[in-house]
């Protein structure tokens, strides 16, 4: 293909410096964008991240934790069962919010309500529309877990002062599952039930097998697999080493969070790529 | 403004646009007329810096799409074949966001989402939602939203298929008003009186190709009589007297329903007609449109 010389000159001057902001910032204008639509249902967003921690954390870590007052091995001792839960349903809170941002609004801004067209159609790239999407993501995953945790503080379920990280573990974790399932969902020309799939399929089962609610050793050996895969997993384990010093190797600590970070880079790269693709037709 | 020589867009083996080239000087007002499918809206998709060509060359404002894509898009006002405004925010959150999307300052673009209301007619429904506007309405506030940078060029892909006729002449009002203040508007239709309304040079395209080029006068001088004899005898006769008045006027050509006979005086041709004895059921003679010269170009009417 030949190129076209640029020849200088007043209108390409302007646009020259037209397209300078934007280059730099446009993730941004995304992300504000989004965080303006979310305005519009910001009453369903605070009932949930205060009612959610409420719930959980009274059937859990109060009402279920009274068939288990031997608590949880840990180490040489054991730790409360409300403490073990806690930071499993903290991660789950980032994972729940992630799978609901990262399904419908992806397939969406191609079809139903096709935002990411008009984006295109300014100075913003298809890689910015990823990233401004995943920065909105995070934008309701920080303050959702940030209000789980101070919820948790009063039931007291963080024994210890270093259980503040578990908001960036869970946050990460909810990260790693935004970014891998929306390398999928914005793949989706047709709406055929494949985000009831992804729930029923995807996020129960991880909900389930994680380790959320028991240690994944107390698994058939032929199911920890599902731990080992599931970036809950990986993140609640992190969590609680950060909320009570739960007694895992240095190694396994260094597995789980290069996991949630491999995760999301190969996610949100592979749906940077996606976007782009599919704008230009 | 606008450049394009053997511009080409192909999809595996088929070539949606099969090398055409045009140039749009500033102020012009210049449209592609065709079928749909003839390629119009894939040329504007890459004249908006969104499509990457398959080869040719193409200019926009001096700069290439393929290096300076945002630089070229920061320049252009976009109205897309169906609207794509956001339906969770409202009539002026639309028009806010997109500001942003430019790099404009928050206090500088409500100031002109006002204004831009104002101009759209829009302003009493400045809180409404996208999905309670009726359909002209949508297209002025595309339109507005695809003024909120002060484009040098509007691109606007078929802007008033869909609507009722008040509303298009309402939208026409809007886009003459560009075009005196200076704007450059590049337009794709089939809708010949839009073509002829709006475009101050055109290209009749189809299947990918340029037929023809010129202003809608000349295209018609050049491609058509001056008048068209209508002629309908009911479609069981209609082949049969065409038959016998293949000779008349310039030209005969055979639609399904009606026989249009090209003459630079269709009065004289109606009289010819009843005095061999040929009553049609009903008759009208018009000023040749463009209808007409697309019909010539490639034996196929516009509308399908």
């Not at chain 1, 007052?69 to 980032?94: C, D, E, K, M, R």
């Not at chain 2, 499918?37 to 393929?66: E, H, N, Q, W, Y």
């Not at chain 2, 004899?229 to 069981?236: H, K, N, P, T």
């Not at chain 2, 010539?296 to 009417?301: C, H, P």
Request: glycine letters at 8%; charged letters at 20%.
């Amino acid at each position: 293909m030949s190129k076209t010389s640029v020849v200088a000159g007043p209108a390409n001057q302007r646009a020259l410096a037209g397209g300078r902001k934007p280059r730099r910032w446009g993730s941004w204008y995304i992300a504000e964008h989004r965080i303006r639509g979310q305005r519009s249902y910001y009453q369903t967003i605070i009932a949930t991240s205060i009612g959610n921690p409420l719930v959980y954390l009274f059937a859990l870590g109060v009402g279920l934790a009274a068939l288990v007052p031997q608590g949880i091995p840990n180490g040489a001792g054991t730790i409360s069962y409300l403490a073990f839960v806690a930071p499993a349903l903290l991660a789950t809170a980032a994972v729940t919010v992630a799978a609901e941002e990262s399904t419908y609004p992806f397939m969406m801004g191609f079809k139903w309500n096709p935002i990411f067209f008009a984006m295109n159609a300014t100075p913003l790239s298809g890689n910015q529309v990823a990233n401004g999407m995943f920065i909105a993501i995070l934008a309701r995953i920080v303050p959702t877990t940030l209000i789980y945790f101070v919820v948790m503080l009063f039931f007291g379920a963080v024994p210890s002062g270093w259980g503040v990280l578990g908001i960036a573990t869970a946050s990460l974790t909810g990260l790693a599952i935004a970014t891998v399932v929306a390398s999928y969902t914005s793949r989706i020309e047709e709406d055929k039930g494949q985000m009831a799939m992804i729930m029923r399929f995807g996020i129960t089962p991880m909900f389930l097998f994680s380790g959320t609610f028991f240690p994944l050793e107390s698994l058939p050996w032929f199911l920890q697999w599902i731990g080992w895969i599931s970036p809950l997993w990986h993140g609640t384990q992190l969590g609680r080493v950060a909320a009570y010093g739960l007694d895992e190797p240095a190694w396994l600590i260094a597995v789980h969070i290069v996991y949630l970070l491999a995760l999301t880079i190969v996610g949100w790269v592979a749906t940077q790529r996606v976007i782009t693709r599919r704008l230009n037709k | 403004m606008i450049t394009a020589s053997a511009l080409t867009k192909k999809y595996k083996d088929f070539a949606a646009v099969d090398g055409i080239s045009f140039e749009v000087a500033p102020g012009e007002s210049f449209g592609l007329l065709g079928p749909n499918g003839a390629g119009k809206s894939t040329t504007m998709r890459m004249v908006g810096a969104v499509s990457t060509r398959t080869s040719g060359t193409l200019s926009i404002l001096g700069l290439d799409p393929d290096e300076h894509g945002p630089e070229i898009r920061s320049q252009l006002g976009v109205v897309p074949q169906a609207d794509n405004l956001d339906q969770e925010l409202r009539v002026r959150d639309n028009l806010i966001v997109y500001g942003r999307y430019f790099g404009i300052a928050r206090s500088v673009i409500a100031k002109k989402a006002d204004e831009l209301l104002e101009f759209a007619q829009l302003t009493d429904r400045a809180k409404a939602k996208v999905d309670d506007l009726s359909g002209g309405m949508k297209r002025r506030l595309t339109i507005a939203r695809a003024l909120v940078n002060d484009p040098r060029i509007l691109l606007l892909d078929e802007p008033t298929t869909g609507l009722d006729p008040q509303a298009r002449h309402i939208l026409w009002d809007r886009l003459f008003r560009l075009k005196e203040q200076g704007t450059t508007l590049v337009l794709t239709t089939h809708y010949m009186d839009e073509a002829e309304q709006l475009c101050d040079r055109l290209v009749v395209v189809d299947k990918g190709t340029i037929m023809a080029e010129g202003s809608p006068a000349s295209l018609i001088r050049d491609h058509s009589s001056r008048e068209v004899l209508e002629v309908r005898f009911g479609s069981d006769r209609n082949a049969i007297v065409a038959e016998q008045i293949r000779n008349a006027g310039d030209r005969v050509e055979v639609l399904p329903d009606r026989i249009l006979v090209y003459s630079a005086n269709g009065e004289a041709e109606l009289t010819k007609m009843t005095d061999a004895g040929l009553e049609p059921i009903t008759s009208l003679v018009r000023r040749s449109s463009l209808e007409d010269v697309f019909l010539r170009l490639t034996g196929r009417s516009l509308i399908e």
